[in-house]
């Protein structure tokens, strides 16, 4: 696997196909988990994964692992670790609930493409944060999930990240009043997470990249990253790319350009 540094840099690729490939699984190892390429490169046949690989990734049981699922002693290990309870808030105003290892603290959110966030409570073990994940969700019907198509849209259009802060510590002081004071078995926190990289962008104006990803070819100054999603620059105008459609496609890196219509950018 080769990791590419996005931020500032100049990208250009041409599209190979729109047919998924398999994006390979989680093993653990000697020094934790890390990451097995698939071995035959088959195309994608259950979400971004081959059928093989699906099969033999741990994770896939690790949101039913709190009840009573199947875990090998790995991933039991895994998710028995410190682990944090957060309320994220993306760029349209949709919150959710979510939950980050310890050691992920703060890369989960990153990835997640959240612009804010607050952490709610914090427990020893993974598995006594899942059910209180599913108890917020059942008590305030705050959901579990955000599809990435929807993250990116919402990008398109001045963000206040100001509005969004105050409506995140809003429902994350709910949270805490759902979740009581705590007991031996978590504590109740409160801190606050902002994304990175975005700020001084947030506020400006730009659209959505006209151009299918998987065909023709594509070039772009990334500005920032907000999760999957990037806010670059084309020939002085900002675009935001949703990245996650290149998830498992193939592409040729080179000297390549985008051609682009003339667009406007959304002003409200």
């Known amino acids: 696997m080769e990791y590419v540094e996005l931020r500032g840099a100049r990208i250009g690729f041409a599209a190979l196909g ?9 093993a653990f190892g000697k020094n934790g988990s890390e990451y097995v390429p698939c071995p035959t490169q088959s195309p994608a046949e259950v979400g971004s994964q081959c059928e093989v690989c699906e099969s033999k990734d741990p994770f896939r049981f690790v949101h039913t692992v709190h009840r009573g699922g199947f875990v090998s002693r790995d991933l039991e290990a895994h998710v028995m670790q410190p682990h944090w309870l957060y309320i994220a808030t993306f760029a349209n105003g949709v919150h959710k609930v979510g939950t980050a290892a310890n050691t992920r603290k703060w890369g989960r959110l990153a990835e997640q493409g959240a612009i804010c966030a607050q952490y709610v409570a914090w427990a020893a073990d993974g598995k006594v944060i899942r059910v ?10 705050v959901r579990q999930a955000v599809r ?10 001045p963000v206040d990240t100001a509005r969004l802060e105050s409506a995140t510590a809003a429902l994350a002081e709910k949270v805490r009043a759902v979740l009581g004071p705590g007991d031996d078995s978590f504590r109740v926190v409160d801190e606050a997470w902002r994304v990175a990289g975005f700020r001084d962008l947030a506020s400006g104006n730009r659209v959505a990249y006209p151009n299918e990803l998987t065909s ?28 996650h459609e290149l998830k498992g496609r193939r592409v040729r890196f080179g000297d390549y350009d985008s051609t682009l219509e003339a667009v406007q950018s959304a002003l409200f």
Request: hydrophobic share 45%.
């Open 132 to 141: 209180l994940e599913d108890q917020v969700t059942e008590v305030l019907q």
């Open 148 to 157: 990435s198509s929807a993250k990116a849209a919402a990008l398109a259009v």
């Open 18 to 26: 729109a047919e998924r490939w398999c994006t390979g699984r989680v």
């Open 216 to 243: 023709g070819t594509h070039g772009f100054t990334v500005e920032a990253c907000i999760g999957q999603t990037a806010v670059v620059e084309i020939e002085g105008e900002s675009y935001v790319v949703d990245l």
